[in-house]
Nanobody, 127 residues
Framework: QVQLVESGGGLVQAGGSLRLSCAAS????????MGWFRQAPGKEREFVAA????????TYADSAKGRFTISRDNAKNTVYLQMNSLKPEDTAVYYC????????????????????WGQGTQVTVSP
């Protein structure tokens, strides 16, 4: 069982940056693939980025490539999403999620395989 709590959302102007954090409970955090997803009003939840258990493998949605960076600190049971050059279309509730436990390198990009979810944090980017 993994419990996830996101933080770091807020209101930022276009072109600005935010760093989201997701703190996980449980002693097996380092065995989980972690993902970030987002959901805008009236839209389906969509994949943003994922990172494998060791941090050695990452993958991004096309919309996030070159602007967002996912990372993790297993000693702190925390995964991060650094978001730069934010755009109004990045406005959404951002969720972190855990898939596993797994020590593989396959990174899922759909919500279904992720077993545990946080409550979400709102990111609003003004023009």
């Amino acid at each position: 069982q993994v419990q996830l709590v996101e933080s770091g959302g807020g209101l930022v102007q276009a072109g600005g940056s935010l760093r989201l954090s997701c703190a996980a409970s449980g002693r097996t955090f380092n065995r989980y693939t972690m993902g970030w997803f987002r959901q805008a009003p009236g839209k389906e939840r969509e994949f943003v980025a994922a990172i494998n258990w060791s941090g050695g493998s990452t993958t991004y949605a096309d919309s996030a490539k070159g602007r967002f960076t996912i990372s993790r600190d297993n000693a702190k049971n925390t995964v991060y999403l650094q978001m730069n050059s934010l755009k109004p279309e990045d406005t959404a509730v951002y969720y972190c999620a855990a898939d596993g436990p797994t020590l593989g390198v396959v990174l899922r990009t759909t919500p279904g395989p992720y077993d545990f979810w946080g409550q979400g944090t709102q990111v609003t980017v003004s023009p």
